[in-house]
């Protein structure tokens, strides 16, 4: 028969204790929800787009393939749903709540009735909670911890020790389910053997636990799977460069393998007055939510969420709206204001609102530098341009890199038929459509497919059409903006390349360069000077005394009136060097010349 | 999985039947000629195929939803039923074996009927022939998949498949090799048990597999341009030629090209297996020349290889530059004794009709050169107009080959009996590379070559990635990937120069260093 150590039960002993567990993993479940639904939002929407969850039998025995896998797909399949920001929302806050219940009933088997019981239960919770705030924490990391505890729950839950031995017997599945998690359970089970179990099953059980993980490593490095042994050991933990996030990690790590000792402990807490039940049973724990709640407030990072929340933007086609946002809650970050410049381009405003949101990075915020840090984004100024090809790469490129995800295939969708390439057109789109919430996408343009006026006729896809480049060469990818005047002098249509091009020289300050080129805007079909350009012609004239040959367009009078008054303003400032700047920027802060001169 | 296939197929069977005998009521469906064709994908319609071929399965492109075909053998004695709700088409190895079996040097006729559900008509449509050779294709083919990227890769196989089946088995899988770059395998003699394979990175090296036992080496030495690139092993066994390149890949602008992958500076080596000797193949010329994608001759008496002036541009190769580059096919006359080399000659003059000349094959017989002809550079798996030409060595004619299509044909190989062609094309996508089989009957005689027949017809159409470099292969090879990753614990063991006079000029070791992009290297280093 099974040698178990009985709970300590005894008078007064905690086995009286209201159980206010459920009331505690309410309130967790509460915070995760709303947190994920308003603030922490853009996680939901960084990680839907890191992946595109097809329904095709390849697609998922591909996940067959090696240990952790499983878990990976069971994950990538509730990530597909984060698109929608509720059911999203919903489903991560269920998932991380999973621990804690979970964790409640291993409670019920080891402490019953113990008032520590929910405090012990939702801290698991707590943890993957802050962790979660980190956008690159994967619902991979949530759903390898659930099946370890729920593995545990149901050994520890087996009435006879011969049941937990044929129970036992399933860890090598385990093992392959969720790959390196399995070795977390391997420690919670040896110390829940060691603190929990008498006589020889106390170490038997181990043994078996050692064998199974010896045969499970032999079977699956060997024999099944074609995986390096350090995968084997690795994969799919979380090894997120972030020093919160790794702290978090490791410590869930010891809490989890030492929990059957820390329950032992907790248990054997006596909480005789009702005070103490009431402090440990709801008011600890409500503190462990508060400070949940203030490192969740802390950790939070504005300045992530704005680059994601433009990218979100960008990706969905809501130029406008990314100008606004940017403008309002400026980035401090690269990705963020290159995602800003291709939504002025998109909407026709580069040369007019360049400075009207921040630049701090110079010409690098145009085109992304090639690195495999870049190469999910980079594509996006080059489509904008009009330089297909080179878009194309870089959505290929990144599919290469990090797999099928949304939006390269959707590039891939767009500009195969910009180039009218049909026969991959309807090879990209046919693995959009195996998607649940990408197939209508995926239909609506592979109707285009083999019909060019049709894709003359899109909006924004005859636009792209209109604007490719007239001639052949080889793409400049160390000196992007080496390819701009090629696209204008091949193709004076494509004022998207001209306005990256003066936009370039804008930020570079090239006022020289800048205003050699504005005779052609007229045959370019410009009736006006956009309002950054007439502000450098404003510079060159102020400094040569003349005016550069523009070709027939003439400067706004507007134009001509805020330089006067940002002359004057400036003279004045000039007198006091330490308030110059602040003052100036105030009120000329969206000006090329508040660039020029201060930045 | 079989199992679940085994229920599918049984209630199709099933539901064919219930449908079958709807259709067949008292009156029975009335038959209504189509009088052309059924639209078939692939397109196996009078194809010629090896003997020993896998089933060719194939999907109808047909209206309906009962397919029936019937396949019936060159002498009329067998035939096989085929239904389907679906158009797919598979037909049980057992039985498409007989089929072909009884039809070598005969032809294989499908009689092909459609019908909707509720429909009161069976289309019937024009029988189509596939024709069965006499000679059979090696059994293996080896490949490598690889999608068809640019500078990036992920997960790179070399793959093994029978021809014969539809079995597919991983030689090699840079999983396991820290996702290393692999490529360009060669075999001695299509022999599975004597061949090579170059690893890079971490593991690098040149892998020599002989008889189950691996040799790491880097045949590179200090006079070459770059490391051993494109191989040819010599029909003896102790040398393997190579070109050293300094490969650069340029991104074109307009939609119709995507990439040009061409080379800066470029020699031929010659590698001996044995004395761990690496040759220049040096015959004095010291005009400066892009020497690339060497081919022995089957008795071993000559080598050959692509061949063009080098530009003299100054540039970091424009397009312009490359557009000019044009490669003639030349030969040396080589002695295995002294691995010495004569004097080069001018086999086919690719440049004079303004072409450039890629992968020269010669026939078992000796007879044929079959070169790939783009309209410049080196690297024609990225040409739309490349197409396969045959030369006839002992007359120097040449001709366009029947069996291109309209996107890019080629790197081919022959069979060892000299039968079969295996070539790749992008004619299914303009993409991605396809293996395909062309019988070679004579000169003026070739079959209609047909794509590498599958389980599931629709997998090229899933499939993101390229087959590289298909090479027949005699049988098959007993190795996988964890022998791979073991010999990577082999020490690497560097070539000594054969010919020690021999160094780079200052010219070509600074054109060989030259960075177009940040970060650049030769593509195959």
Redesign the interface.
């Known amino acids: 028969m099974a040698q178990v150590k009985k709970p300590n039960i005894k008078k007064g002993s905690p086995i009286k204790s209201a159980d206010y567990s459920w009331y505690i993993l309410a309130g967790f479940f509460v915070i995760a929800f709303v947190y994920f639904l308003v603030p922490g939002n853009y996680v939901l929407f960084f990680q839907e787009q890191q992946s595109l969850f097809v329904y ?1 039998r ?1 697609y998922i025995l591909d996940f067959f393939l090696k240990p952790g896998s499983v878990a990976d797909l069971a994950a990538k399949f509730l990530t597909q749903f984060y698109i929608s920001s509720f059911a999203g929302s919903l489903i991560l806050a269920v998932v991380l709540s999973m621990p804690g219940v979970l964790m409640y009933y291993v409670n019920r088997r080891l402490i019953p009735g113990s008032g520590l019981a929910g405090l012990l239960a939702v801290i698991p919770s707590c943890l993957l909670l802050i962790m979660q705030t980190h956008y690159y924490h994967l619902m991979l990391y949530n759903v390898g911890f659930v099946i370890v505890i729920a593995f545990f729950l149901i050994i520890i839950s087996q009435e006879t020790i011969r049941n937990k031995y044929i129970a036992l017997a399933f860890f090598p599945l385990v093992f392959y389910v969720t790959g390196a998690f399995a070795l977390v359970f391997i420690g919670m089970f040896i110390v829940y053997c060691l603190v929990y179990l008498k006589g020889r099953h106390r170490f038997l059980l181990p043994l078996m636990l050692a064998g199974l993980t010896g045969v499970s490593i032999l079977l699956f490095d ?1 024999l099944l799977l ?3 042994i350090k995968q084997l050991f690795l994969y799919p933990l979380p090894f997120i460069n972030d020093q919160l996030h790794k702290v978090i990690f490791y410590a869930l790590i010891a809490y989890m393998v030492l929990y059957p000792a820390l329950a032992r402990m907790a248990g054997s807490v006596r909480l005789v007055r009702p005070g103490r039940r009431i402090a440990a049973g709801i008011v600890i724990p409500a503190l462990v939510l508060c400070a949940a709640v203030i490192v969740l407030v802390s950790a939070y990072n504005s300045q992530t969420a704005r680059v994601i929340n433009l990218e979100k933007m960008i990706f969905a086609e809501k130029y406008d709206e990314a100008v606004e946002y940017h403008e309002k809650k400026p980035t401090e970050n690269l990705i963020g204001q290159y995602f800003y410049n291709i939504a002025l381009s998109s909407t026709g405003q580069l040369c007019d609102r360049l400075f009207h949101g921040r630049q701090d990075f110079g010409t690098s915020s145009l085109f992304l ?2 690195s ?1 840090e870049h ?1 999910n984004w980079g594509a996006w100024s080059f489509y904008s341009i009009g ?4 878009a ?2 870089w959505a ?2 990144e ?3 990090y ?1 099928r995800r949304p939006q390269n295939m959707k590039l891939l969708v767009k500009s195969s038929l ?4 049909y ?2 057109t309807r ?1 990209y789109a ?1 693995i959009l459509k195996k998607s649940l919430f990408y197939r209508k996408w995926a239909i609506s343009y592979e109707k285009l497919a083999g019909d060019s006026l049709a894709v003359k006729s899109d909006p924004a896809l005859g636009r792209k059409m209109s604007i ?2 007239g ?5 400049f ?2 000196s992007p903006e080496g ?1 701009l005047p ?2 204008v002098n091949q193709n004076p249509g494509n004022r998207e390349a001209f306005e990256y091009l003066m936009a370039w020289l804008l930020l570079n300050k090239d006022v020289e360069m800048l205003v050699g080129n504005i005779s052609l805007m007229k045959d370019m079909g410009y009736t006006s000077i956009p309002r950054h350009i007439e502000e450098a012609i404003l510079i060159y004239y102020n400094s040569q005394g003349r005016l550069p040959d523009m070709g027939g367009l003439e400067l706004s009078s507007e134009t001509r009136l805020r330089f006067d008054q940002y002359f004057s303003a400036f003279m004045t400032g000039r007198q006091n060097p330490a308030t110059l700047e602040g003052k100036m920027r105030e009120q000329f802060g969206n000006t090329f010349w508040y660039y020029f001169h201060f930045k | 999985m079989n199992r679940g296939r085994n229920i599918f197929s049984v209630l199709l069977f099933f539901s064919g039947l219930l449908l079958f005998s709807g259709c067949g009521s008292e009156s029975g469906p009335e038959l209504v000629n189509t009088e052309r064709k059924p639209v078939i994908e692939p397109d196996y319609t009078d194809v010629t195929i090896p003997p020993n071929i896998a089933p060719m399965n194939f999907r109808i492109g047909e209206q309906g939803n009962y397919f029936r075909v019937k396949a019936t053998d060159g002498t009329g004695s067998f035939s096989v039923d085929i239904k389907s709700s679906d158009g797919v088409i598979q037909f049980p190895e057992r039985s498409w074996k007989k089929l072909t079996g009884g039809s070598a040097g005969r032809r294989i006729t499908f009689e092909v009927f459609a019908s909707v559900k509720g429909s009161k008509t069976l289309e019937k449509f024009e029988p189509f022939q596939m024709n069965v050779a006499e000679e059979p294709a090696d059994p293996y083919l080896a490949y490598r998949l690889i ?1 068809p ?6 997960n790179i196989r070399i793959m093994q498949r029978s021809i014969e089946s539809f079995s597919e088995e ?1 030689l090699i ?1 840079n ?2 090799l820290d996702m290393n770059c692999i490529n360009c395998h060669s075999f001695n003699q299509y022999n599975p048990e004597k061949f090579m394979v170059h690893i890079r990175g971490s593991n690098n090296g040149t892998y020599i597999a002989d008889n189950g036992r691996f040799r790491r080496v880097d045949p590179k030495v200090e006079s070459m341009p770059g490391g051993a690139t494109y191989p040819s092993w010599h029909p003896g066994g102790t040398f393997i030629a190579y070109s050293s390149n300094q490969v650069r890949q ?9 990439i ?1 992958v061409f080379d800066l500076v470029s020699d031929i080596v010659v590698y001996d297996v044995e004395k761990n000797l690496t040759y220049h193949a040096d015959d004095g010329d010291t005009t400066s020349y892009l020497e690339t994608f060497p081919s022995w001759s089957p008795d071993g008496r000559y080598l050959y290889f692509c061949r063009a002036l080098q530009s003299t541009s100054q540039s970091t190769m ?2 312009e530059d490359v557009e000019k580059i044009r490669y003639d096919i030349v030969r040396m006359p080589f002695d295995p004794e002294t691995a010495g080399f004569g004097k080069t000659e001018l086999v086919f003059n690719a440049s004079a009709n303004g072409k450039s000349a890629s992968f020269p094959r010669i026939s078992p017989d000796g007879r044929y050169l079959v070169i790939t002809l783009h309209d410049f550079g080196t690297f024609p798996i990225w040409h739309k107009e490349a197409d396969l030409h045959i030369i006839d060595l002992n007359t120097g004619e040449s001709k366009k080959m029947d069996l291109n299509s309209s996107e890019t044909d080629s790197y081919h190989t022959w069979s060892s009996n000299g039968k079969w062609l295996v070539f790749s094309s992008k004619r ?4 991605t590379t396809r293996p395909f089989l062309a019988w070679f009957g004579s000169w003026d005689n070739t079959g209609k070559p047909f794509i590498l027949p599958q389980e599931d017809p629709a997998y090229y ?2 499939l993101m990635e390229s087959y590289n470099i298909p090479e027949f292969v005699s049988g098959r090879i007993n190795l996988g ?2 022998d791979f990753a073991k010999a990577t614990a082999n020490e690497l063991v560097n070539a000594q120069p054969g010919d020690r006079g021999l160094s780079l000029s200052r010219e070509d070791m600074k054109k060989a260093g030259t960075k ?3 970060g650049e290297r030769s593509i195959h280093e």
């Open positions: 095709t390849d060997n074609l995986q390096s530098p090639w495999s190469i330089l297909i090809n080179e194309q790469r290929y490129e599919m290469v890199v797999g910009i180039n009218g390439d026969i991959l090879k046919g490719l480049p001639k052949d060469f080889f793409v990818l160390e390819n090629r696209l | 999608y990227g640019y500078y990036n890769w992920s991983t899988d999983k396991i340029g991104f074109y602008a307009r939609p119709e090209k995507l040009e424009e397009l299914t996508d303009g993409r159409d899933k990937p964890r177009r992009n940040p």
